[in-house]
């Protein structure tokens, strides 16, 4: 068991985090729990393409809205 580097709370091999100020504990890979089952490691890189269906959503969000605005506008628009 060492101590935290930031307020000097004994820790317990198995944190991941000080339980009085939440640093993360600087963990060694003998610290590890053998056996654990670990997330895959997110990819470094983003897409910076737009996504096709989302677009397609906006657009057709935007004429939705354009085509309720015109067909009020054509029914409650007096007639003279």
């Known amino acids: ?37 670990r997330p895959e490691p997110e990819p470094a890189t983003r897409r910076n393409r737009v996504d096709p269906m989302l677009a397609f959503g906006a657009i ?8 309720i605005i015109w067909v009020a506008i054509v029914v409650f628009t007096p007639r003279g």
Do not use: S
């Open 60 to 67: 057709m969000a935007i004429v939705g809205v354009a085509l």
């Open 1 to 37: 068991m060492g101590k935290c580097a930031n307020c000097g709370e004994t820790l317990r091999p198995a944190w991941k985090y000080c339980i009085k100020c939440g640093l993360r504990v600087a963990q060694t890979p003998d610290d590890d729990i053998p056996g654990a089952i």
